[in-house]
C-alpha cells in the first residue's frame, strides 16, 4: 500500500519566520502534486513537481522533488498570515498505476 | 468563471433518508471526481468519471451512486444514509491527464444522525 507522510502534523509560528514542511513515501510518484486548503474551502493546487531533484518556486514558496521522486518539500520564507491553512501533498503513482494518493496534511497557523 | 460548484454547503439527515450532493463544472473537463474527507483519515476517493457515460469506482464506494449524462454535471447520491457517511464531501475536476491539477468545489458537510 502506497502511503505519503506529512510531517510535521501541526505548526504555529510568528510571522516573518521560515519553515519547512515535508512529504515522504517509500514509493516512487510520477509526479506530486501541493495544495493548500483554508477552513471551509477545497483544496487549491499550488504546483506540480515531476523530474527528480526539481526545484519549483512560487513567491516566498520553494518546492523540491526529490532525486528519487519519493519525497518533497515545502519551505516558506518570512512567512505570513495569509500563508495559514493545510498544506496538502498528493502523489500519482508511477508507470500504469495512475491512483493518487494523498497524504494527511500539514495545519499551519502564521500568528500575526 | 465559476469553476466547480456544488450544493448544498450544509445539511443535516436522518438515518436512512436518501439525497443527492450537486456538482457541476463549467470549465469543460473531462474528469470528474468525489471525494470525502475525514479528520485525521485524509480526502478519499469515492468515485470518478473520466467523461460523459463513463464512472467508475475510487476507494470507498459503498453506499454511494453516481452519474454523469453530461460533461458539466457530477451528482452524487446517497441512498441509504448511514451516521459513517457523516463527513465533508468535495467535488473537483481536471483536464488534459488524469488526476493532474484537481480544481475542487467548496464542499459540502454532511451530518447523518
Not at chain 1, 515531476?50 to 518533497?72: I, N, P
Not at chain 2, 450532493?21 to 470528474?32: A, E, G, K, R, V
Amino acid at each position: 500500500t502506497q502511503l505519503l507522510e506529512q510531517s510535521p502534523q501541526f505548526l504555529s509560528i510568528q510571522e516573518g519566520e521560515n519553515l519547512t514542511v515535508y512529504c515522504n513515501s517509500s514509493s516512487v510518484f510520477s509526479s506530486l502534486q501541493w495544495y493548500r486548503q483554508e477552513p471551509g474551502e477545497g483544496p487549491v493546487l499550488l504546483v506540480t513537481v515531476v523530474t527528480g531533484g526539481e526545484v519549483k518556486k512560487l513567491k516566498r514558496l520553494t518546492f523540491q522533488f526529490g532525486d528519487a521522486r519519493k519525497d518533497s518539500s515545502l519551505h516558506i520564507t518570512a512567512a505570513q498570515p495569509g500563508d495559514t491553512g493545510l498544506y496538502l501533498c498528493a502523489g500519482e503513482g508511477a508507470g500504469n498505476n495512475r491512483k493518487l494518493i494523498w497524504g494527511l496534511g500539514t495545519s499551519l497557523a502564521v500568528n500575526p | 468563471n465559476a469553476g466547480v460548484t456544488q450544493t448544498p454547503k450544509f445539511r443535516i439527515l436522518k438515518i436512512g433518508q436518501s439525497m443527492t450532493l450537486q456538482c457541476t463544472q463549467d470549465m469543460n473537463h473531462n474528469y470528474m471526481y468525489w471525494y470525502r474527507q475525514d479528520p485525521g483519515m485524509g480526502l478519499k476517493l469515492i468515485y470518478y468519471s473520466v467523461g460523459a457515460g463513463i464512472t467508475d469506482k475510487g476507494e470507498v464506494p459503498n453506499g454511494y451512486n453516481v452519474s454523469r449524462s453530461t460533461t458539466e454535471d457530477f451528482p452524487l447520491r446517497l441512498e441509504l444514509a448511514a451516521p459513517s457517511q457523516t463527513s465533508v464531501y468535495f467535488c473537483a475536476s481536471s483536464y488534459g491527464q488524469f488526476n493532474e491539477k484537481l480544481f475542487f468545489g467548496s464542499g459540502t458537510q454532511l451530518s447523518v444522525l
